[in-house]
């Protein structure tokens, strides 16, 4: 129950950041909803890792963390409460373990820069949605630089507040076919908090119609 109520929590502050999936998981069967919001809370915490704060020495201790646990993953055990969710799932936890070690490098760099070298990172997040998502089959379509590395790039730029990282994204951001749907949904939620940002717009969360659009415009292109 303690670890179930910690899994909650992450989940929760996820869906704080994102009360638009409050209506976009409506799209997502039923069956799949915990892993899908726990695979989205999962990258939050790593987003936040690599590139929450002034001061880059937690997020690094923290992205440590996380490669040990997701080795873990790879290896039957876990501690984190999301794993609850997600670790027993036939996901190559390993490879993303292992490819987390392109962050830190990137901290600080443009968009521009930064979205080669996540290439490898977007690569293993792809492989993982495959896994957790009930329409994997689909993940071929997605391009080899990745819709994954678009989207780790595009919740930085939201998280920072960079318009100008914003603009770039949109122009190279890729069609939304391919992937899980939950991933497709949460992509194109992403485009569209990034056309708020760039724009110079406030308030970025968005209203219901344009959820509700926007992810079954997602669900169809895929």
């Given amino acids: 129950m303690e670890q179930q109520e910690a899994a909650e929590d992450f989940t929760a502050k996820w869906r704080r950041c994102w009360p638009e999936w409050d209506i976009a998981e409506a799209f997502v069967p039923a069956d799949e909803r915990e892993q899908a919001l726990a695979w989205l809370a999962l990258q939050n915490e790593l987003v936040e890792s690599a590139w929450g704060g002034e001061d880059p020495t ?13 080795e873990g993953w790879g290896k039957g055990g876990r501690r ?9 799932m036939p996901a190559p936890w390993t490879g993303l373990a292992r490819a987390l070690s392109a962050l830190p490098s990137t901290r600080g760099q443009d968009a521009a820069t930064a979205e080669p070298a996540l290439a490898g990172l977007s690569k293993a997040m792809d492989d993982c949605e495959a896994a957790l998502g009930g329409q994997g089959a689909a993940r071929a379509r ?29 122009e190279r951001w890729l069609r939304q076919a391919g992937g899980s749907r939950a991933g497709r949904l949460h992509r194109a939620l992403l485009r569209a ?3 708020a940002l760039a724009s110079g717009r406030q308030k970025q969360q968005l209203s219901g119609w344009r959820v509700l659009g926007a992810s079954w415009r997602a669900v169809r292109g895929g």
């Fill in 58 to 70: 937690p997020g690094l201790a923290k992205l440590a963390w996380w490669h040990e646990e997701l």
């Fill in 193 to 195: 908090r990034l056309a």
């Fill in 80 to 88: 984190h409460p999301l794993g609850a969710a997600l670790q027993r």
């Fill in 142 to 170: 997605v391009p080899a630089t990745g819709a994954n590395a678009l989207a780790l790039l595009a919740s930085r730029a939201i998280l920072t507040g960079s318009r100008e990282d914003a603009a770039w994204l949109l």
